[in-house]
């Protein structure tokens, strides 16, 4: 993705809940800390997520998409690909997305979808990533923000944030901690991206000095 001098790469985020992690993105693109980077479009596909009140507090623009009111899901699929064409989206931000999205709509927007996910992947991928790390017994966990791919937590690796497990380590204080990390993890990943500074090759990311 390259972008002229004044272009800015237009982002959408998919969101599902509460929305911590979009609001460290706006908070960052506030602090013009997103590069040439601009949040234009926040999508949920649920109607009722605390994330679509952050968004609108930030003054972007919000739709609800719920799966429910669709008979499939390539028809919700598709209807989302729409409107992702519609806006002229450059990359979308998985943000809390709690959906699996199909091959159809991977391949539409290939290389253009990236997700955070709180472990130090290719370990524990999946639901309930924090407590695997606790029942696995390593003193390591962390977050990755990675491209998404047709397999589940498994796309090329952008950045990888470390955290240490300490004794007595509970999967909610382990959460959080992850959590923290997410919030600078994720603006910083799509900083990097908006400057031509991330580069996919043979399923493997390059940072560009």
């Known amino acids: ?41 926040v999508v949920s596909n649920n109607s ?7 968004a609108k507090s930030f003054d972007k623009k919000t739709i609800s998409l719920e799966a429910n009111n669709f008979k499939t899901k390539e028809a919700y699929e598709k ?4 409107i992702i064409e519609n806006h002229s989206v450059d ?17 539409k927007f290939r290389n253009k979808i990236i997700n955070i996910h709180p472990s130090l992947l290719p370990s524990f991928p999946g639901l309930n990533a924090q407590k695997q ?3 696995s017994g390593v003193r390591v966990s962390g977050c990755t923000v990675h491209f998404v791919n047709e397999h589940v937590d498994a796309g090329p690796i952008i950045l990888q944030k470390a955290v240490e497990i300490v004794e007595d380590e509970s999967e909610f204080s382990l959460s959080e901690k992850i959590l923290k990390e997410e919030h600078k993890l ?13 580069k996919i090759e043979q399923n493997k990311v390059r940072i560009v000095k």
């Open 186 to 198: 994720l603006p910083q990943s799509i900083k990097m991206i908006s400057e031509a500074k991330v």
């Open 1 to 41: 993705m390259l972008f002229s001098q004044g272009e800015n790469m237009k982002i959408a985020i998919l969101i599902s809940g509460r929305g911590s992690n979009l609001k460290a993105i706006l908070n960052a693109e506030e602090k013009k800390q997103l590069g040439q980077a601009e949040v234009i479009l």
């Open 91 to 107: 990359l979308i931000v998985l943000a809390g997305f709690m959906r699996i999205l199909s091959l159809y709509f991977i391949n």
């Open 133 to 135: 790390a606790l029942d």
């Open 48 to 54: 009722k997520a605390k994330g679509i009140e952050i």
């Open 79 to 82: 209807e989302l690909g729409d």
